[in-house]
């Protein structure tokens, strides 16, 4: 065991501060991140569950945000390619959603997004994670399935009827994993969807389609194909690629992107202040038993050597701590049905970024050492 790592070690009292410094500023960048891509990821959260393999959007879209509607006739043409197993639309529309209070429960009167699926066994547009009960109750007229979140904020749980767009529904099951804090999401078919008025039957659009492959292994090479033949109608997207594009699409706000700023650097303000100061102070504190290797004949550049590793310790333990305390933040986020998501890159680079704070911290440590003479031994 180096001389760095047992100082660490048997002195934690004195770089605990660090420690909870780096921890606290990499919680703060990763917990913020992670519920704005948590939101992003609710938004898209029907797809990236689904089991399509190619998305068809309009040739100018960039992301799921604002889709432009495709030509009608764009749909049967997904079947000319021979790799084409299945392709179903991606209905979603909106209607007017108000409850039936019961006791002292309150009137909700509030719009919610209403997403078509297809409960049909092996269709593009059915999510994974949706229970037996969900799926039966899909198939019933009039009844709907709504997230757990979102009981509270709709007023209804299972067996509840409601109004929608003036008609009954019955609240069939409810699913998990689908919240969305921007607006409550409603499931149904898009049978249903036309029999209530969400969507238009004559209408001369469709939405995004989703398609099944029969061999998924092939996404990558027929979407290449779709696009070489599309002639500017539509564009073609893998799932995966998708997703990172919606993912990106959440940095690429405005508000988001300052706010995320502000935090990368508040954290790295408040880590390399608080850590640099700790490590000064406790080298100072340990200035004799400093002072008492060089008398022995150490140089200054194994004690710098010695302090940049004590540095590098401290950052390792920060990074764990960090990852630890946000693990539990998603814990309690997904307790209380918020959105969180962290990808493995995104925490990453908040390691990798907590880490350069400690090394800088220890960088900024080492003039304490120009203290440790032999001569104030004598003192």
Do not use: C
């Amino acid at each position: 065991m180096s001389l760095a790592l047992s100082t660490l070690i048997y002195e934690w009292r004195r770089y605990m501060a660090a420690v909870i410094a780096l921890a606290l500023s990499g919680l703060l960048i990763l917990s913020i991140t992670g519920m704005f891509l948590g939101i992003g990821k609710a938004f898209s959260a029907t797809i990236d569950n689904s089991p399509a393999d190619i998305i068809i959007l309009n040739p100018k879209a960039e992301n799921l945000d604002g889709v432009e509607g495709l030509p009608n006739r764009v749909l049967p043409t997904m079947y000319v390619h021979p790799d084409t197993l299945r392709v179903a639309e991606m209905t979603r529309g909106g209607a007017r959603w108000q409850n039936r209070p019961k006791g002292e429960q309150k009137q909700k009167d509030t719009y919610v997004d209403i997403i078509g699926v297809d409960p049909r066994p092996g269709s593009p547009t059915m999510p994974s994670g949706f229970s037996p009960e969900a799926v039966r109750a899909l198939t019933e007229p009039f009844t709907v399935v709504i997230d757990e979140s979102t009981i509270k904020s709709l007023g209804a749980q299972a067996g509840d009827e409601v109004n929608l767009n003036g008609r009954n529904v019955r609240v069939g099951a409810t699913v998990s994993g689908y919240s969305n804090m921007m607006q409550a999401q409603v499931f149904m078919t898009p049978d249903n969807m036309r029999v209530l008025g969400v969507i238009n039957p004559t209408r001369l659009t469709t939405g995004p389609l989703m398609i099944t492959l029969k061999d998924p292994a092939r996404a990558e090479a027929v979407k290449g194909e779709l696009n070489q033949i599309a002639a500017g109608k539509y564009r073609a997207w893998t799932r995966p690629e998708l997703a990172k594009a919606n993912e990106r699409l959440v940095f690429e706000e405005a508000v988001v992107g300052i706010m995320l700023g502000f935090l990368v650097f508040l954290g790295i303000g408040i880590g390399v202040g608080i850590t640099s100061q700790t490590l000064r102070g406790a080298i100072l504190s340990n200035i004799k038993e400093f002072a008492s290797l060089r008398a022995l004949g150490v140089s200054m550049g194994s004690l710098r050597t010695i302090v940049i590793e004590l540095s590098f310790w401290v950052g390792v333990v920060g990074v764990i701590a960090s990852i630890g305390l946000t693990y539990v933040i998603a814990l309690l986020a997904k307790a209380q049905t918020v959105p969180m998501t962290l990808p493995p890159d995104i925490t990453l680079m908040v390691a990798v970024l907590l880490m350069v704070i400690a090394m800088l911290s220890g960088f900024f440590a080492l003039g304490m050492l120009k203290r440790s003479q032999p001569a104030d031994l004598l003192r």
